[in-house]
């Protein structure tokens, strides 16, 4: 056979001794690390081939017979680099054709032509190499590993575990072998059996990746407690390597010690400050306990080491504007923006402005996110918050309009206009365009107040109640909702005792709230409790002494008290405050009021 120079690897990632392995098998999640479950099957990754790639490979095709191998090789290399894998099988394709003897490259295409599901091709070259003799030990053992995936593939199980037990004989420590046979029977949940193989293979050569596998495979079996003294082990095996620290953290949380990840991962810290995996997971789980303060600093230091990667500074910009740390978020969202500019990050820059009050810049960069963009329809709510703040309240009602017929069920955007309608005194416009939404069991109860105040200015009380119920049911402490029902019932003299209890209830959640003492003094008033309502009125009026409504309540309860001067007093303040009724208060002022019944 002719001696042939080696072709080298082509661009694929490296699988590094321990570490990269890890990468693959385990996903960073907020809760640390996720370890995906052995027999799961992998997606297959997507193969489609644009139209214009097709064309021009076709094009390519046509003078392959002309290329070197080399060259081929070398395109093949690039189409890999470019993510075009169709166009990459094909180059080899004409390569292995052009020379048969070419063993790397031909490797190569079976392992392409497996992982992109071509069993059928993979198969027939799989049995032209397999016959080769110039295989050396190392190529035979891949294209070995490879029948086996390719009997995978084909669902050929048992066939797949025989040449999988057949092989590891031969190789008790090859460590790819030893996955694909704890893939195998973890899928059939022959943990105990799986579990017997890799004790086996650490016997004869304890490697970190068994203590892995073998950790893996008690965390499937639900043994936390033998998976722990794995991973432990595998510490003393590379005590420098993220993987068992990140999966022992993950442990850990399965158990509720959280506090013990976070010392776990914090530890590790402080020898490793550059782990950028093990930042990760400490900044995701104190999101996860709402330590916002906490995250911040780990994700302050992450982008440092990271280089300012843009989703960390992203992830930045979000914690310290859910932290309503405002002026941080808009340095930061100013750098994504700088340097990466994309809509997502104007969206936050812009809210972390308007929450500034500097809503002209905000409102600029609101309007620069593209209408085709994922912000778009969020921009625009904003927009309308702005407008609302204003008092454009026209114009925001007609972007809200808008904005639910591009999205029916935006609930903010709801929100917005029926808060609009209620300020403009529309109220069968604010019941009309909400009716839809009813039947949404998690409503923002702001929709369902805005709607039960609706109802009570058409005098339709069982539906103002029921909406008021619906909020209070949800949330018990709801001050607005148990204040307005308790009043409601105050004023039409109905459930009174019912009413002052909701009435109080509301008043433990804002003890000092003028309004609300000023309901709970009806409340006593329509109970004939008149020093209690004139006592509770003169608090509810240190906390709002501006309003007519509550001075002519005062008078009301004043005059039931028989202080007659008293009373009028108050009705003469609430003309003077210019009251909306200012001849109904004449009145009383003139004929005070009628025996109480």
Known sequence: MKNHIPYPALHMKKTMRVSAMFAIMLAVSACGVHTPPLHQKPTRPNTVVHRSSQQHSSRQMKSLDNLSPGFL???????????????????????????????????????LLLKFGQSKK?????????????????????????????????????????????????????????????????????????????????????LPEFRLLQAQLLIESGDLIMARKALLRMRQLIPDDEAPVLLLSTLAIKRNHADKAKKLLRAFIAKHPGALRINLALGRLLIQQKQLFDAIMVFRHIAKISGDNPAILRQLGMLYFQNKDYA?????????????????????????????????????LYALIDHASAMAIEAQVRLAAIEINHDELEKASQRLQQVIKEKPVHLDAYLMLSSIRLNQKQYQKLL??????????????????????????????????????????RNPNHSEAL?????????????LN????????????????????????????????????????????????????????????????????????????????????????????????????
């Not at 093949?76 to 180059?91: E, M, R, Y």
């Not at 070259?125 to 891949?142: D, M």
């Not at 669902?155 to 790819?176: E, R, V």
């Not at 204040?483 to 459930?495: D, E």
């Open 483 to 495: 204040n307005f029902l308790g009043y409601s019932y105050a004023m039409r003299g109905i459930h």
């Open 328 to 364: 941080e978020a808009e340095k930061t969202f100013r750098r994504l923006v700088a340097a990466h500019p994309d809509d997502m990050s104007r969206f936050y820059l812009a809210a972390s402005l308007e929450a500034q009050g500097k809503s002209a810049e905000a409102e600029k």
């Open 73 to 111: 090789f070398l395109a093949a290399d690039k189409a890999l680099k470019d993510g075009n894998h169709a166009l990459a099988i094909q180059f080899l394709e004409a390569l292995v054709k052009k020379d048969p003897q070419a063993i790397d490259p031909h490797i190569q295409l079976t392992r």
């Open 498 to 597: 019912q009413a002052r209890v909701l009435i109080q209830r509301a008043l433990i959640q804002k003890p000092n709230d003028g309004y609300y003492l000023d309901s709970l003094a009806w409340a006593y008033y329509k109970s004939g409790n008149y020093a209690k309502a004139a006592r509770t009125q003169r608090l509810a009026l240190k906390q709002v002494p501006d309003d007519t409504v509550m001075h002519e309540h005062y008078g009301d309860i004043l005059w039931r008290s028989g202080d007659l001067k008293g009373a009028r007093k108050a009705w003469q303040q609430a003309i003077d405050m210019k009251s909306e009724h200012p001849e109904a208060l004449r009145k009383k002022i003139t004929s005070g009021l009628k025996p109480a019944e």
């Open 122 to 206: 993979a198969a027939k070259h799989l049995n032209a190499l397999l016959t080769s003799p110039g295989l050396t030990p190392a190529q035979r053992q891949q294209l070995q590993l490879a029948r086996i995936r390719l009997y995978l593939e084909q669902g050929q199980t048992d066939k797949a575990l025989q040449a999988t037990n057949s092989f590891l004989k031969t190789h008790p420590t090859h460590i790819m072998g030893r996955n694909i046979q704890a893939k195998i029977l973890a899928r059939e949940k022959r943990y105990n059996e799986a579990l017997s193989a890799i004790a086996a293979a650490i016997r004869i050569k304890e």
């Open 432 to 473: 009309d365009e909400t009716a839809a939404l009813v039947s949404i069991s998690k409503l923002p109860p702001q929709i369902l107040f805005n709607r039960a105040v609706a109802f009570e200015h058409f005098k339709r009380y069982e539906q103002s109640d029921a909406m008021l119920n619906r909020i209070i049911k």
